[in-house]
């Protein structure tokens, strides 16, 4: 958060300086007498770019939540496949359904997300999750009671499988280029437009400059932090498979 922060103030004194710059060259003051229609056209432009900065947030913080909700809901669905082991009281196969999810979670947690940040899937995470069919396939079945377990861990693997396709798809889902472009480009427009808009008190145009800029700053960082849920300040992180991992060994 502390960059976020930094880069924030850095990008407002920049911004600051070209607003002082722009007054000394262009001597801004001297479009006071314009400064009716600046104002009528802030007006319309600060409206249309209110509602783009509304729908490009919601849009990015849907997404950034739905991912986040895969994610811990692919971790569950692990834990609870290993519990439906422990009901065929096979010593042996409830030890491989243990190597193969503490597996798939070790390679998820090294490569999977920071892959997926690159925008790119992970073969060796796909591998690794196809182990566990082979070995739900490989169960011997000795009674109905195995056959009505088997029915019910075969179900969930399906499901499982389900919950991961579709949080690979979300995690891969990114702000189409033209309307990202086209966010940068307005609001670059809009703090343009303050720089060269005429005020009598210079102070009180750096000020204004200043906070817009700082304020950009951050909603430029929130957008890119959110648009790629796996980098940044925002990022997702592994630790619900940690937390799988860690309630497996410790609690069965």
Same mark, same amino acid.
């Given at each position: 958060?502390?960059?976020?922060?930094?880069?924030?103030?850095?990008?407002?004194?920049?911004a600051?300086l070209?607003?002082?710059?722009?007054?000394?060259?262009?001597?801004?003051s001297?479009?006071?007498?314009?400064v @009716?229609? /600046?104002?009528?056209?802030?007006?319309v432009f600060?409206?249309?770019?209110?509602?783009?900065?509304?729908?490009?947030?919601?849009?990015?913080? =849907?997404?950034?939540? %739905?991912?986040?909700? %895969?994610?811990? =809901?692919? $971790?569950?669905?692990?834990?609870?496949?290993?519990?439906? $082991?422990?009901?065929?009281?096979?010593?042996?196969?409830? =030890?491989?359904?243990?190597?193969?999810?503490? @597996? #798939?979670c070790?390679?998820?947690?090294?490569?999977?997300?920071?892959?997926?940040?690159?925008?790119?899937?992970?073969? !060796?995470?796909?591998?690794?999750?196809?182990?566990?069919a082979?070995?739900?396939?490989?169960?011997?079945? *000795?009674?109905?009671?195995?056959?009505?377990?088997?029915?019910?861990?075969?179900?969930?693997?399906?499901? +499982?499988?389900?919950?991961?396709?579709?949080?690979? %798809?979300?995690?891969l889902?990114? /702000? &189409? =280029?033209?309307?990202? $472009?086209?966010? #940068?480009?307005?609001?670059?427009?809009? +703090?343009?437009?303050?720089?060269?808009? &005429?005020?009598? *008190?210079?102070?009180?145009s750096l000020?204004?400059?200043?906070? /817009?800029?700082?304020?950009?700053?951050? %909603?430029?960082?929130?957008v890119?932090?959110? *648009?790629? !849920?796996?980098?940044?300040?925002?990022?997702?992180? !592994?630790? &619900?498979?940690?937390?799988?991992?860690?309630h497996?060994?410790?609690?069965?």
């Open positions: 958060m502390g960059s976020v922060i930094i880069s924030s103030f850095g990008f407002a004194a920049i600051v070209a607003a002082l710059l722009g007054n000394s060259f262009l001597g801004t001297r479009f006071l007498v314009d @009716n229609g /600046l104002s009528a056209f802030m007006t600060g409206t249309l770019y209110g509602i783009m900065i509304t729908f490009v947030v919601l849009e990015v913080w =849907k997404q950034y939540n %739905l991912t986040a909700e %895969l994610v811990e =809901k692919e $971790a569950q669905g692990l834990e609870r496949l290993y519990r439906l $082991a422990l009901y065929f009281r096979d010593e042996r196969l409830v =030890k491989k359904v243990k190597d193969t999810i503490f @597996n #798939y070790s390679v998820v947690i090294s490569e999977n997300f920071q892959n997926l940040g690159q925008g790119e899937r992970s073969m !060796p995470a796909s591998r690794a999750f196809r182990e566990m082979a070995v739900i396939r490989d169960i011997k079945l *000795n009674d109905q009671r195995d056959h009505t377990i088997f029915d019910h861990m075969a179900s969930h693997y399906g499901q +499982l499988s389900l919950v991961r396709a579709e949080r690979l %798809l979300q995690s889902v990114r /702000l &189409p =280029k033209l309307l990202r $472009a086209f966010l #940068y480009i307005a609001s670059v427009l809009a +703090l343009v437009v303050f720089i060269v808009m &005429p005020f009598e *008190n210079i102070l009180y000020l204004t400059v200043g906070i /817009l800029a700082f304020i950009l700053g951050m %909603l430029f960082r929130l890119e932090g959110l *648009n790629n !849920p796996f980098w940044g300040t925002w990022r997702i992180t !592994p630790e &619900p498979f940690e937390r799988t991992m860690r497996i060994e410790e609690d069965f």
